[in-house]
């Protein structure tokens, strides 16, 4: 991904900001951000500054070129939602035993607004199982560039912030280490939403 020329132009276009890069740890993580827009593989690979190869559900393939294109470029993995997803994971543990990065939306489909899907362990299991941080990652104002229903990229703002890494080897003593992942999860991306949003 050309970062430089996709950070200008999403600065220009959107005004996107950026914060908490700084709090990205060196190595292979699993990024998992919160999920409003199409638009969102692009800004939180363009936040994270390196490459993250999301996983993307099958059922959004073939119905768009571009978004088809978009998405092996982006590298995307694809990964069944009605069968068992183990061809999927395999990729995404040996990317990350590789040193590479993977992304994840807990939510698991795109929503209209935060809080109406009930985030899935996914991400914490993938961090728990391949030993790396799951980085929480807020996406803020994608739903109004381009939400659901929309095609076209509108002139909004954006906001994205990397929040504090959690570290799974920190819940190895916990009786449900995935589901208290899970939560803080939702509890430091839910903080930056409500800040932006103001709900």
Known sequence: MA?????LLLRLWNRMTLAGEDLLPDGPVVVAANHFSHLDPVVVGLAVRRPTRFLAVDE?????????G????LG????SRTRAPLGALRLALAE??????VGLYPE?????????????RGAAWLARRA?????????CGTDEAMGRGTARIGRSPIHVQVCEPIMPGAFADCPDPLGEMTALWAERVGSVLQSWYGA
């Open 3 to 7: 970062i430089g020329p996709g950070r």
């Open 96 to 101: 990350l035993a590789a040193g590479g990065s």
């Open 131 to 139: 030993g790396v941080p799951l980085v929480p990652v807020a996406v």
């Open 60 to 68: 959004l393939y073939g119905n768009s070129r571009f978004f088809d």
């Open 76 to 79: 995307a993995i694809p990964m």
């Open 108 to 120: 698991g489909v795109r929503v209209w607004r935060w809080g109406e899907q009930q985030p899935k």
């Open 70 to 73: 978009l998405t092996s470029w």
